[in-house]
Structures are given as structure tokens and as C-alpha cells.
Nanobody
Framework: QVQLVESGGGLVQTGESLRLSCAAS???????MGWYRQPPGKQRELVAT???????NYADSVKGRFTISRVSAENTVFLQMNSLKPEDTAVYYC??????????WGQGTQVTVSS
């Protein structure tokens, strides 16, 4: 069974930074890894994804502030979040998709940005 273990969430003030980490068990090679978030009272939304080749995709709301990276051999993905805003407050979920089959979700980590 594949497990995704997330870490790095917390409470910060506007303008500060956080770095999220997610490690997937190595039993399956992951093709696309990424981060999604669910703000209070809203639906889950894409934050950023990255392929094994390093191609990235970002939500417009985080472009220029967030950076996604990965260590493919370790099935690990990171999200560096700079210049955080109160509207970035959400539960952040790691997602990992193998080349074939359904993807996997982490348990979520809370990020709270105070104004």
C-alpha cells in the first residue's frame, strides 16, 4: 500500500515562508507529483504539479511566489512557499500519480497565514 507522508505546515505571518515536504513510499514510481489545497469552506484546488522530467504547472494565484521541486529517485516532492498571504490559508494535500492507475493523496497539512 502506498503512503504519502507530509510535513512542514504551520502558522506564519503575512510575507513569511514555509516549505512543505511529501514523501511517497518507493514501491511504485510516481509520474506526476503535486500539491493541492482546500481553503476553509471551499473546494480543493490545484496549487502546483511537477512531472518526472521536471515540467511544472502552477495555479495563477501562486505563480512567482511558490516553487515546486522533487527528487524523483526518492518519490519526494517539495513546495517552497514565499510571500505568503492570508488567502493561502488552507489544508495542503500532496498528490502522487503513477504512470498507470489511480493517484494517491496525503493526509493533509494545515497552513495558516495571519494578517
Amino acid at each position: 500500500q502506498v503512503q504519502l507522508v507530509e510535513s512542514g505546515g504551520g502558522l506564519v505571518q503575512t510575507g513569511e515562508s514555509l516549505r512543505l515536504s511529501c514523501a511517497a513510499s518507493k514501491s511504485i514510481t510516481m509520474n506526476i507529483m503535486g500539491w493541492y489545497r482546500q481553503p476553509p469552506g471551499k473546494q480543493r484546488e490545484l496549487v502546483a504539479t511537477i512531472t518526472r522530467a521536471g515540467l511544472t504547472n502552477y495555479a495563477d494565484s501562486v505563480k512567482g511566489r511558490f516553487t515546486i521541486s522533487r527528487v524523483s529517485a526518492e518519490n519526494t516532492v517539495f513546495l517552497q512557499m514565499n510571500s505568503l498571504k492570508p488567502e493561502d490559508t488552507a489544508v495542503y494535500y500532496c498528490n502522487a500519480r503513477p504512470l498507470y492507475g489511480a493517484g494517491y493523496w496525503g493526509q493533509g497539512t494545515q497552513v495558516t497565514v495571519s494578517s
